[in-house]
């Protein structure tokens, strides 16, 4: 069985900071890309931020500085794209105009070019500004004014930006040169609260405390995550606990499962085949 990776002999140029396009580009050399990340001269934020984190999402990348607002500095990222396959970015519209970097201007001057343009809101609205933070209050994703605990957008956003890389390169297969692909991270919020639009995950609804085999319980020493969704999990799990259908209740398993530690429980857990897990 061969080794190679499914990217394998494709380049990919990136030109984003922060975190949706490093980790959409981290994405892309995990399935054999070769990556070239420019930054500008001042450095990515994220490494300021979180240094650690920021050479995880770079492992076995070049790093270049360039100075785009140069002629030498565009001079230089053009050699870089005549030889590569996808442009990553991640700034808006306007700003990619001023660099000759929207994908008209690229197109004209390296035609066998994909361009993933990573944004805010798609089409006219993209010049709106934005965050992970302002996607998800937007389409009701924090939870009495609570901040998220994780940036659900901006990886949801990586991750349908790598697709939608290697979506234009079967495109460009087909077509004989490349096409330009935008990822709107205000739609990824939007597929994200999906559940909850369907009343699946709201307070009280059916996966958000209203079912009582899918909670969070307080144990002796912490907190357990208990998933018996389906049938069989349930029934399982009833058998294991010793309880009727009828003492399903979440009073009741608030009771059983404050008597011993969570790391007991997930060791139960496991024996018994029933999706249950210490929280971290």
Not at 89 to 102: E, K, Q, Y
Not at 110 to 129: F, K, N, S, W
Not at 257 to 263: D, G, I, P
């Amino acid at each position: 069985m061969s080794n190679d990776q499914p990217l394998d002999g494709i380049t990919v140029v990136s030109i984003a900071i922060n975190l949706p396009g490093p980790a959409a580009v981290a994405r892309l050399a995990a399935q054999g890309a070769a990556v070239v990340t420019v930054l500008p001269p001042g450095g990515d934020p994220m490494q300021q931020y979180a240094r650690a984190y920021f050479d995880e999402l770079h492992v076995g990348q070049e790093l270049r500085t360039i100075d785009l607002k140069s002629e030498a500095g565009q001079s230089d990222l053009d050699d870089l794209l005549a030889t590569a396959d996808i442009l990553i970015t991640s700034s808006r519209p306007s700003a990619l105009r001023r660099l000759h970097l929207d994908f008209t201007s690229v197109h004209a001057r390296h035609p066998q070019l994909c361009q993933v343009d990573i944004v805010g809101y798609p089409g006219d609205q993209a010049e709106t500004a934005g965050h992970d933070l302002t996607y998800q209050a937007g389409h009701g994703l924090i939870v009495d004014g609570r901040m998220p605990s994780a940036l659900m957008v901006d990886l949801a956003g990586s991750e349908r930006a790598a697709a939608e890389a290697c979506a234009a390169l079967i495109a460009r297969a087909r077509l004989g040169e490349g096409v330009r692909r935008e990822v709107p991270l205000s739609d990824l919020a939007q597929t994200l609260s999906g559940p909850l639009r369907a009343g699946l995950t709201g307070p009280g609804q059916l996966l958000g405390g209203g079912l009582p085999v899918y909670g969070v319980y307080d144990t002796l020493d912490g907190q357990i995550a208990l998933a018996a969704l389906e049938p069989h999990f349930t029934k399982a799990l009833l058998v294991a606990l010793r309880l009727s259908p009828e003492d399903c209740t979440r009073e009741r398993l608030s009771q059983v499962f404050a008597e011993r530690t969570a790391t007991d429980w997930q060791t139960w857990a496991n024996e018994h085949d029933i999706p249950l897990v210490r929280c971290a």
